[in-house]
């Protein structure tokens, strides 16, 4: 079942929505070389404890790991898709992309962000890596719309990544977002006739999170059980919004 937001509901995910962007703007700016993925770790801590906030992603069960996560950020490094660790002993160079991932629970409903960011220059290929990924997220959002269907949102991503020569994650997917951070309904990165295609409707809220590859779709987990890769080692990208369906059409919770 697609769990419905009342106005009052919208407004507290408001609330969590901007925590979020706030914590990804500050991550942004500090991202440059010799900075570690720990260090953006530490500073997203502080400021999810600040706002009275919990951290959405740390101590959340994923059966495919089979353990709970450590972590309040994800933060993802070139050809690593999701769920890479932060760590003191990784530190940013120029040329990487870094995916910082994050969500926060602020009174009783969540927040889920995510941008990929660029260290200092990077290739001209990456740079349309992170482009193309950004644009497919944007044209999903102009989908979520009442009286349009899930698979408009899915199929847009995928046409903009593929026409444009890359290709989507499918291993890892969108979700719904409320009093959870994962509810129904998933939300693929491309049409999946075996996926559920609902009708949207007026209070919905989902969570949109295109993972594009450079290269080929295929994924693989690192033996810590965690980070997902691409196989071919080729780059992937990552950007995520939470939107919810109004009657003024879609509404980017987590961004002003
Ligand atoms: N970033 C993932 C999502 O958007 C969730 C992370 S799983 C966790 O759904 F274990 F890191 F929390
Ligand atoms: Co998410």
Redesign the pocket.
């Known amino acids: 079942m697609i769990i419905r937001k009342t106005a009052a509901e919208l407004e507290k995910m408001r609330s969590s929505g901007l925590l979020v962007y706030e914590i990804l703007k500050k991550l942004g700016d500090m991202v440059s070389e010799g900075v570690s993925t720990y260090d953006l770790e530490a500073a997203a801590e502080k400021m999810i404890a600040d706002a009275g906030a919990r951290p ?2 740390k101590g ?1 069960f ?1 059966p495919a ?1 089979g353990e709970r ?1 450590k ?1 309040v950020l ?1 933060t993802s490094i070139n050809q690593e898709i ?2 890479g660790m932060p760590s003191s002993k990784r530190t940013l160079k120029k040329g990487d992309i870094v995916s910082i ?1 994050t ?1 926060v629970e602020l009174n009783g409903y969540y927040g ?1 962000s ?1 941008v990929t960011v660029p260290v200092g220059e990077v290739s001209e290929e990456t740079g349309r890596l992170l482009r193309v990924t950004q644009e497919s997220l944007e044209l999903a959002i102009e989908q979520v719309r009442a009286g349009n269907r899930l698979y408009d949102v899915c199929g847009t991503v995928e046409r903009h990544v593929t026409s444009n020569g890359f290709s989507v994650v499918r291993e890892y997917v ?2 719904g977002i409320g009093t959870q ?2 509810e129904e309904p998933q939300i693929p990165n491309y049409v999946d006739r075996k996926n559920e295609n609902p009708r949207l409707k007026e209070g919905m809220v989902l ?1 949109i ?1 295109p993972m594009v590859n450079a290269g080929q779709p295929d994924t693989r987990v690192l033996g810590d059980k ?1 980070t997902a890769v691409t196989k071919d080692g080729a780059y992937s990208a990552h950007f ?1 919004h939470c939107v919810a369906v109004t009657s003024n059409g879609p509404w980017v919770l987590t961004r002003p």
Do not use: N, R
Request: hydrophobic share 40%.
């Open positions: 959405a992603f959340y994923v790991a996560y972590y994800c999701v769920h991932d969500g889920d995510a969108g979700h951070l994962h969570a999170e965690w995520e």
